[in-house]
């Protein structure tokens, strides 16, 4: 499927599963077979979560920027990329009414989606925006037996580019009036995101007034985050216990950000990579025109910009996934069938390539593994210098 055709696509499973076969929007009106309807989720797999990123990371100043350049802005370096993320499924005896999903990157302008091929095996499969900023792929099948395989692959070349917009305060006037849009979206709270607790309302009141710039507001929130939230790895709690507590890891450091921002007005929201993630928030400038800062409150220490080549595999922290009929922080890996549970593989692999025959591809190749902890796997001599 070539880039213009992907950017076309309408990513309904109405589109993508066949007469006779379920599509995943779908499951109210059909008659349920007999036996219990089973779901598993990564929150029920053990060990660690795929959200922790926490040591600091010195740039090389090559792969990684030290500083953002000095006469150049815009979205710069590009890297080219392979992903591959699929689903597999193995009988291990009759079971019907088979569905599966996993996360799969959207287009942003500093994530460009060259191609993407699709792939499938004894099943119904497509690709869908579930909505804005959330993408997933997804499969379906009305039955699998023992021993029998059912997968879908979906085969990315992504180009990725650092960014550096050259933003700074002067560029944005005091007050804001953003779209109503944005305002709907980005302002209220999301799950384990609680914008109105008594916690945040209390911080906020003593690290900003009304009086103060937004851009001001935005980077004290995320100076009090990186320094006053201890570095802890564990599942994430939520904003009121990081704010009461004081630990955890790159997740909780990144909510507390977003929540302590829309509390005074201005909207923001996570972005989610391998391992990671970090925070925009939006400012308009003095023509109106609307702006996602990025700001970092963990593992990197930029503000206002961002200095290595990561995937994005989310944007935003409230997304309805109407097969579960809830709003998620985080789109995971899910599956459901009823009959006897089937053997499920999730699996998704980065690996950098070279832009022209022979050039170095840099580091940074990633493999999600079982736990959905996406390992470092490449053996260049910069990946030391990678986030782990």
């Not at 005091?174 to 979206?185: A, F, L, M």
């Not at 710039?213 to 564990?234: C, K, T, V």
Request: glycine share 10%.
């Amino acid at each position: 499927m070539q880039r213009r055709d992907f950017l076309r696509h309408a990513f309904s499973w109405a589109a993508v599963v066949s007469a006779g076969v379920q599509g995943f929007a779908s499951t109210g009106t059909a008659k349920r077979p007999s036996g219990s309807l089973s779901v598993l989720s990564f929150g029920q797999r053990s060990g660690p979560r795929p959200v922790y990123s926490v040591v600091p990371v010195v740039g090389d100043g090559r792969w990684i920027w030290k500083q953002p350049p000095e006469n150049q802005t815009g979205y710069l370096d590009p890297r080219s990329y392979e992903l591959k993320v699929g689903i597999r499924l193995q009988g291990t005896g009759g079971a019907v009414r088979i569905q599966a999903t996993t996360p799969v990157p959207l287009e942003y302008p500093e994530q460009k989606i060259e191609n993407v091929r699709l792939e499938t095996q004894g099943c119904e499969a497509g690709l869908r925006e579930i909505e804005s900023g959330a993408g997933q792929l997804g499969l379906s099948a009305p039955r699998i037996e023992a021993g029998q395989v059912i997968a879908a692959v979906a085969t990315y070349r992504l180009t990725l580019h650092k960014q550096y917009q050259g933003f700074e305060k002067a560029m944005f006037p005091r007050e804001q009036r953003p779209p109503t849009e944005i305002r709907k979206r980005y302002l209220q709270n999301s799950p384990g995101v609680e914008t109105n607790c008594r916690e945040v309302q209390v911080l906020v009141r003593s690290l900003a007034s009304p009086a103060d710039h937004p851009w001001d507001q935005a980077r004290r929130f995320a100076s009090w985050s990186a320094e006053n939230i201890q570095a802890r790895l564990g599942p994430y709690t939520s904003v009121a216990a990081a704010i009461r507590d004081r630990v955890g890891d790159c997740e909780e450091r990144s909510a507390v950000f977003v929540a302590l921002c829309r509390a005074v007005g201005i909207p923001a929201r996570l972005v989610w990579i391998p391992n990671h993630n970090w925070s925009e928030f939006y400012l308009t400038d003095e023509f109106g025109v609307g702006h996602w800062i990025p700001a970092h409150t963990a593992c990197y220490s930029w503000f206002g910009w961002v200095g290595a080549h990561e995937l994005i595999l989310q944007k935003g922290d409230r997304v309805y996934v109407p097969e579960r009929r809830r709003h998620f922080r985080l789109l995971d890996d899910w599956a459901r069938w009823s009959g006897a549970a089937p053997e499920i593989h999730w699996t998704a692999e980065l690996v950098p390539q070279p832009s022209q025959l022979g050039e170095d591809p840099g580091p940074g190749a990633r493999r999600k593994d079982g736990q959905g902890e996406w390992v470092l796997t490449g053996s260049h001599e910069s990946d030391q210098y990678m986030r782990r």
